[in-house]
T-cell receptor, first 112, second 113 residues
């Protein structure tokens, strides 16, 4: 399969704690993106990091990228119950038009 | 600013029938991609259209087809439906489809019985 892997598959934390999700991929990339999905609805774009970037921040989100290890991590700080969702990483190979290759996702549950 | 609109939201079809799903991208977005999401296979790329041309196609049988119109709206068609085609079909649009994040629609939930 071309898809990457995400770790852990499921994560349960208390409100206020930090949540870290990891993503590994197989091919070279142009960029890597993270998306959130609530209960089988559409995906919401969270953040994009380009292959020449190592770290990026957006509000409570911090993304790192290590192209030598073909891995990325998403950190959500001070989590809230509303952060409960599935999180997917998606790689953009760059030589296949706009095609994204998604990981299997991490199911995050934040308990109040 | 209107988001990506997919119609219908839910659909129930019988094996052997065909189905057409519609996607209206964000105004000004010229790239439209389609994905199939199932519990077993996850999110799988179907195809991408840019300015009415199919730019890339995923590893799906020829029963899956699509097209894009001059106003960037897109349709996908699945002929001779099989039980395994039951899935959430997601459409995503982007300004150019490369190096930019995508905006996804809420999806069409297709159930084949």
């Amino acid at each position: 399969s071309q898809q990457g892997e995400e770790d852990p598959q499921a994560l349960s934390i208390q409100e206020g704690e930090n949540a870290t999700m990891n993503c590994s991929y197989k091919t070279s990339i142009n960029n890597l993106q993270w998306y959130r999905q609530n209960s089988g609805r559409g995906l919401v774009h969270l953040i994009l990091i380009r292959s020449n970037e190592r770290e990026k921040h957006s509000g409570r989100l911090r993304v790192t990228l290590d192209t030598s290890k073909k891995s990325s991590s998403l950190l959500i700080t001070a989590s809230r119950a509303a952060d409960t969702a599935s999180y997917f990483c998606a790689t953009h190979p760059g030589n296949q038009g706009g095609k994204l290759i998604f990981g299997q996702g991490t199911e995050l549950s934040v308990k109040p | 600013k209107a988001g990506v609109t997919q119609t219908p939201r839910y659909l129930i079809k019988t094996r052997g029938q065909q189905v057409t799903l519609s996607c209206s991208p964000i105004s000004g977005h010229r790239s439209v991609s389609w994905y199939q999401q199932t519990p077993g296979q996850g999110l799988q790329f179907l195809f991408e259209y840019f300015s009415e041309t199919q730019r890339n196609k995923g590893n799906f049988p020829g029963r899956f087809s699509g097209r894009q119109f001059s106003n960037s709206r897109s349709e996908m068609n699945v002929s001779t439906l099989e039980l395994g085609d039951s899935a959430l079909y997601l459409c995503a649009s982007s300004t150019r489809g490369d190096s930019y994040g995508y905006t996804f629609g809420s999806g069409t939930r297709l159930t084949v019985v």
